[in-house]
C-alpha cells in the first residue's frame, strides 16, 4: 500500500474531489484526518471509510479561511494519530463566475482569502508535525490557472489558484531541507459531481442529449474521455506517496491531454 502507517490530512471533503482522496487514502493503508465547513459531509465519509476501516478517521468541522480552525486541525491530527504524513487541499471557493468587466473584487478578495490565505493557514499550522518525519504538502490547483477556459470564465478563481502555484515554488524552496515536499494537481474538467450538474443544467437548457454536451468537452481532449476526480485523487496521492520523494515544487496536469506542457 502506497500510505501504509501513515497520516493524510484532507481539506474540503464534500461530495466530490474530497471525498475521493480520503476514499483512496485511506484504501492505499493511510489513516485520514478530514476537514470541511459541512459537518454532514465529513460525517457521511467518514462514517463509510470506517466501516470497511474502523478506527481510521478523524474529523471536524473546518473553515480554512478562520486560522484557529486551521490549528484546531492540525492538533486533531496529532492528538488522534500522532503526526501528520501529508496535506491535501481540496478546500476551495469557487462558486464566483465572471471576469474582469463585471468584476466584483469583494467577491474577489473573498476568493483569495479562502483559496490562497486559507492554504497557507492550513499548511502552516501543520509544520510542526510535518517537520518531525518530513512529508508532502498537495495543492489542488486548476488547468484554468494556466489556460482559461472558453466554457466558463471564472477569473477570481483562477487568479487564486494561481498564486497558488507561485507560492507553490517559494514554499518547495524554503521547506525542502525539512525533507518537506510540495507540489500542486492541476485538474482540467473532471467528471465528478460539479461536472456533471454542469452538464446536466446545459444539457437540458438547451434540449439536448448530455452524452453531446459531454462530446463538446471531450472533442478538445487527446483521449475520448474526461478524467475523474477519482483519477485526481490518485495524482494527488502519488504525490503523496515515497513513490514522489525526490519529486517537488511540480505541477501535474490531470486532463486526458487537453492541454499539453
Known sequence: MLLQGRTVLVSGVG???GRRVAEHAAAEGANVVLGARTE??????ASDIEAGRPGSTAWRPTDIAVEADCTALAALAVERFGRIDAVIHVAALDS????LADADFNAWRRVMDVNLIGTLQLTRACLP??????????IIGTQSAVASPTQVRQAAYAASKGALTSAMYSMARELGPDRIRVNTVLPGW????AVE??????ASTEGVPEDEVR???TQRMALPELATDGDVADAALFFASDRAKSITGQSLLVNAGELMR
Open 190 to 193: 473532471m467528471w465528478g459531481p
Open 197 to 202: 450538474a454542469y452538464v446536466g443544467w446545459t
Open 215 to 217: 462530446g463538446r468537452l
Open 40 to 45: 454532514e459531509n465529513l460525517a457521511k465519509t
Open 129 to 138: 508535525a510535518l517537520r518531525e518525519r518530513g512529508g508532502s504538502v498537495v
Open 15 to 17: 461530495p466530490g474531489l
Open 96 to 99: 464566483h463566475f465572471g471576469g
